[in-house]
Structures are given as C-alpha cells and as structure tokens.
C-alpha cells in the first residue's frame, strides 16, 4: 500500500538510505550462529564481493570467537544457509559468485556444538 | 451602563477557546488548514468535539506556575542536601541514564508535535487542548534538564545527551519513534502519541519508573513525576477523546484508525522494552518484574480499554497476545543486549548478583532458569577468568524499530526470528511480524530511515573504527563499559567509606 502524503513527489524528498552504491564497494553481509543465543544479535560485516568464502570464517571469529565453543568448530561440516536456503559454499570461490547480496543474511549450523553445556547459549 | 456580570467558567471557557475561532474569508479554510485531509480522516461536524478539561490558558499559565514554584524549591533542596548521596546505589543512575538520555529528547519532540497538531487541525476544541500539550511537553523537557544538570556534577554518560540523542545507536530507537510520529499528518499523530503512547502505555513508563525512583531514594525525580502527573492525566484524557472522536464522526474513519493502533501499539511495545530491562536489571531496589507491570497496565487496564472500545467497531490491537508472550523473554534479552555492549553505550552493566538470579527464577519460573540463566552462568564464568564477555562488533538492526535484532521466535526461545520484505530489489530485514508489517504497509517512508549501523558503514559516522565512532558520539573513556570499577563505582564507593569513617570516629 503507497503511503498517504501530502504531495504526489513524495519520493523527491525521501531518498532510500540504504542502497548497495552508498557502500563503497563493499557488501553488508549478516552472519549468524545458530543454537548460540549468548550472541545477541547476528554480527554485519562489510565485505567486498570478490572475498573469498573461505573467509568467513575469520570474520565471524571476530565477534564469535570469545565462545568455548567457537575452536572447536570443524569448518568442513558446517551446514550454510543464504537467504533462507541451504547451500554448499565453494571456499575457494568469492562470495559475490556465490549469490551473496546487500544484506544477505548466512546463518551456520556447527552440529555437534550446542551452546554453553548444550543448552542454546 | 449597567455593570457586566461576572462570567462563569463555562462562559468563559467558550469565550477563550470557541469564541477565538472563526471562518476565514480571504483565504480558503483548506488553504490556512492544509494537513487535515490528506490523511483521509473526515470529520463532519469538529463543534463534536468534548473538551474534557474545560481548561482555560489563563488558568493553565496559573497551575501550571504554581507547580514550577514546588518543583523547583524541591530541586533546589535536592541539590543542597546532596540528595544523590541518599540514593539506593550509584547504579541505579543508569536508569536515570537511559531515560535522561533517550525519554527526555522526546519530551522534546512531542512538545514540537503537539506545537504542529496545535496549529494544523480545524477545530478549535482539539487545537487549544494541543497546545497546551504542547507547552507541557516542553516543561517536562526543561525539568529533566535540571536533573541532567544536576547528576552530570556527579556521574558520567550524561554530558553530550542533545548530540548523543541524534547520534548513537540505541538511542535511534526512541527518535525513530518520534520521528516517524512526527511526519506523519496530525491525525496519525495524535493516536500515535495522544492514545497509543500517551493513554495505552503510558503507565508501563511512568509508574514503574517513579515508583522506582521512590524505593531508590531518587526524591528529585519522584517531584518531577508528582508535578507531570497532572499534566499526564489531562493528556490520557486528550488521547482517549481524539480516539472517541474520529469514530465517532464517521464510519470510514475505523479502517485508518484500527491500522494506525495496530502500528503504534507495536512500535510502542517495542520502545517500552527498554523500560522492562530497566525493572528486572537495572534498579538496585525493585519495584515489580515487567511481566507483573504488563498484566496490570496492559492486560488487565488495555483490556478493559479496549472492551470499551469495542462498541466503535475497534479491535485489541494486532500482535497483542504475541507482545504478551514475550513478556516472559524481552527484559533478559534487551539486558543481555546492554550487558555485552555497555562498552559501546553511554550505560554501564554489571553482572546480576545470586539473589537478584533467585529474584528472577521466581518471577519468571517458565522461563529464566531454562533460557537465560545459563547465558549468565557463561558470562559470569568468562568475568572469572578474567574475560568479561563484550560482543566485538557490529550487529544486525531491524529496519522499523532500529533495535537489534535481538527478539525470538513467538514460539520457539531458542531461535532468533528473522522477518524480511523485499523492496524495489532490496532486502530489508525485521525482527518480528508487526514490525515487518509497519514497514510493508509504507515502504516508501522507511527506505530513507537513519540506521545507525547502516550509516556507519557508508562512513558518515566518524570512521570506521570503533574509536572513531564512539568520538563521533561524544562519549567519553568512562562513559560506558562494566561498572564494577568504573569512575562512578569510585565516587559512590567514595561517599560510602566517607560516611561509615565519619560514623567510626
């Protein structure tokens, strides 16, 4: 439903904020955790697209890696989702290759790896 | 000449406000009155309107000076007698922090809404009414002033709060409020404000906060509560009537008004979710558990309300029993939101205690020791070992309510909800269905949304590290982080060995 205004060049005066070009380059990229609620939020990282997959992990360190839980994780049986849907990364290949847009949300399932004492934390 | 009788109130009342309006002939009425249609609310008939206070602006100027005489002597008292050496304990001044730093700039902005609603709508009634909420608002803004003035001697976090306010990122979830209220048309605000914040869930901000205050020996802002409150029931009673008005005046009127209390009901909800923290974490005494608050503000009083309410054709708000479900979870989650990000923040956080834990399992038996208190156990495990947990970056914002995207799934604790709308081939990203629903319903306005974290990245935020962007906040070293060991710990830890020294000899 279009908003109601007391215009009709609404849009004129209601740039959108947040537009891949206003990034310089670079893709916001959302990066989740599953079963490990002690993370409050997913993590946003700004990342070119030509990054390799293979990185990711290094990045999620960055926020992830205070957690017991974050060094033992065997990054070979890891299940990615993007956007909802399960994928196979290819390390090696970038992320731009591999579908991940503006906003782009990956969540990792680590199995094996519940949380603090396995409870989701 | 005969002398002239002396007029009644009712008389005089008509005089000073219905007296004072007239029909304009110069100029088209749509012209002098442009913002009161585009909206699509129609009113037929605005000498409808009930003035429930018949309050007059000579005896407004009249109250309302003689409450500022009995705030100010108290403050004044408050200040010689060193009242914030009487409080319960310096961490409670967080509290105060938060609703210095992030209510009292809104104070503000619904003082200009009120001024705008105030010149924009037709009818006379309404239009005087505004005004004085108007001037309200602006009081209660000055007043807290004070109470800024006078803890920022003491304690840290308050110094930069008109900079802060327009700048950091939790505190964009109070503007966004406000600022989405404020451009919308005069009608959507005074539901916005006038009923969903001001009537509907006023007393989940209010009382818990005053009553809180109370218990923890805050005396100069238990006065500022004493002095607003009778400015608040005149303002419960503006929100009820505008509400009963448009209804009333005709049945086009209930899509747009049902639409609009569905959305700032939830907006609302989501705000005050900083008020839950605040009761179950953050007040050294407590007052009541949010869950409690809720059932008596919101369940039992909105219930009611609504029931009411009903007869006009309108419905309990949309996503009401979801709100109600995460009653039990919003409080241990916005807190542990605080707690791992304090050092980014104006704030400080700290570690619950065992008997504020034991408080928490029996006021929330379904749900703390299973969910949350084992999130407390890791961190307090981390603390130990010397690794206070702090969350080293960067997080996801829901795009409507600008909080982190912190909230669960309604039925499931152990999984962050995600919502998401495509736009014009853009993603964006929601951290419930009614706040997903916000933006659907006018996506037009939210893509040009101020997000903090958005912002930082494209660089207009002072840098791209996170000293870059704490400058650019005006925060100072010993603004946020832990409180165990902070400057304020120091001062009050200071106070307390000068008076049991003192006791001794």
Known sequence: MPVKAIVDNYKDFNPNRDLPEQYHGNLMVYLYWNKHMSFVAAMAAPLPPPTPFGALPEVAKSVYGTHPDFEKIDWSKVEWTLDGNPITPDFAKSIGEQGVRHKSLIRFTTPGLDGFEGKYV | MAPTKKMGIKQKYAHLTRGLDWETTYEKMDDVFPYDKFEGIKITDWSKWEDPFRLTMDSYWKFQAEKERKLYAVIDAFAQNNGQTNISDARYVNVLKLFLTGISPEEYQAHRGF????????????????????????????????????????????????????????????????????????????????????????????????????????????????????????????????????????????????????????????????????MDYMLPKKVMSWKEAWEIYFVEAGGSLFKDLERYGLKMPKYHEQATEACEHISHQLYGLLYQLSHVTGLHAWMPDDEHMDWLSEKYPNTFDKYYRPRFELWKQQEAEGKRFYYNGLLQLCHTCQLPMTFTEPDDPTTTCFRESEYEGQHYHFCSDGCKDIFDREPEKYISSWLPIQQIFQGNCGGPTIPDVLAYYMFGPNDGGEYVGSEDNKLWESWKNATTKEAAE
């Open chain 2, 115 to 278: 001024a705008f609603t105030g010149r924009h709508l037709r009818g006379v009634g309404p239009r005087v009414a505004c005004q004085q909420q108007s001037l309200d608002e602006l009081r209660h803004f000055q007043t807290q002033c004070h109470t800024i003035s006078h803890f920022n001697k003491f304690f840290n976090g308050l110094s930069e709060f008109r900079t802060m306010h327009d700048r950091v990122f939790y505190l964009s979830v109070p503007k966004s409020f406000f600022d989405d209220a404020r451009t919308a048309g005069p009608f959507e605000f005074m539901i916005a404000i006038g009923f969903a914040f001001e009537y509907v869930l006023t007393n989940l901000l209010f009382v818990p906060f005053m009553s809180g205050a109370a218990y923890n020996g805050d005396m100069s802002t238990v006065t500022f509560g004493f002095s607003a409150q009778s400015d608040e029931s005149r303002h419960m009673t503006l929100g009820i009537e505008v509400i009963k008005f448009l209804l009333e005046q005709h049945p086009d009127n209930l899509p747009i008004v049902q639409e609009w209390v569905d959305k700032w009901f939830w907006r609302g909800f989501r705000l005050l979710g900083l008020v839950s923290m605040m």
